[in-house]
């Protein structure tokens, strides 16, 4: 609040009824390890075990190619086929849809990737993990391409 001034010449003495500029807040966060204002925003502590996290997984390979050249997935997992459907109906402007059977043809960064079956010329699809990303995308064309994401499944946006 203010003490009732207006202008340049208002005096501010915040009157803290509710809490809001105690440091009660930071005391919780400390005791809980998050947002503890140990930089400038307090973001450290928390992103710092989501990266170490994720960094983790992105060392595994799910997927490699063996010397001639067949692809084999972790714990000699058979591949399977991956159906998109109903994507179509809320993206209908987009040229030739994501929906269709995606089949396991490479291996982008430890990962498996799909490409789309029957696609139209032209319209090729790719469903491939995202190490940059930390989702499963949709390309445009013939292989995984981070530059040019028609769908994504994670939490940050493209």
Same mark, same amino acid.
């Given at each position: 609040?203010?003490?009732?001034?207006?202008?340049?010449?208002?005096?501010?003495?915040?009157?803290?009824?509710?809490?809001?500029? +105690?440091?009660?807040?930071?005391?919780? @966060?400390?005791? @809980?390890?998050?947002? +503890?204002?140990?930089?400038?925003?307090?973001?450290?502590?928390?992103? &710092?075990?989501?990266? &170490?996290?994720?960094?983790?997984?992105?060392?595994?390979?799910?997927?490699?190619?063996?010397?001639?050249?067949?692809?084999?997935?972790?714990? +000699?997992?058979?591949?399977?086929?991956?159906?998109?459907?109903?994507?179509? =109906?809320?993206?209908?402007?987009?040229? *030739? *849809?994501?929906?269709?059977?995606?089949?396991?043809?490479?291996?982008?960064?430890?990962?498996?990737?799909?490409?789309?079956?029957?696609?139209?010329?032209?319209?090729?699809?790719?469903?491939?993990?995202?190490?940059?990303?930390?989702?499963?995308?949709?390309? =445009?064309?013939?292989?995984?391409?981070?530059? &040019?994401?028609?769908?994504?499944?994670?939490?940050?946006?493209?």
């Amino acid at each position: 609040g203010y003490d009732g001034m207006y202008g340049s010449d208002a005096v501010y003495d915040y009157i803290d009824d509710y809490g809001y500029y +105690s440091d009660d807040g930071d005391l919780y @966060y400390e005791e @809980y390890g998050y947002y +503890s204002g140990d930089d400038l925003w307090g973001y450290d502590d928390y992103y &710092d075990e989501y990266y &170490d996290y994720y960094g983790e997984v992105d060392k595994v390979k799910d997927c490699t190619v063996d010397k001639d050249g067949k692809i084999k997935l972790a714990n +000699s997992t058979a591949p399977c086929d991956i159906k998109l459907e109903g994507v179509d =109906k809320q993206a209908d402007l987009l040229k *030739g *849809g994501l929906d269709g059977v995606y089949k396991l043809f490479a291996c982008h960064d430890g990962r498996p990737a799909y490409k789309r079956t029957k696609s139209p010329a032209g319209e090729e699809r790719v469903l491939f993990y995202s190490k940059e990303f930390g989702d499963w995308d949709v390309s =445009k064309g013939a292989q995984a391409n981070e530059s &040019d994401i028609l769908l994504y499944g994670g939490e940050l946006e493209h």
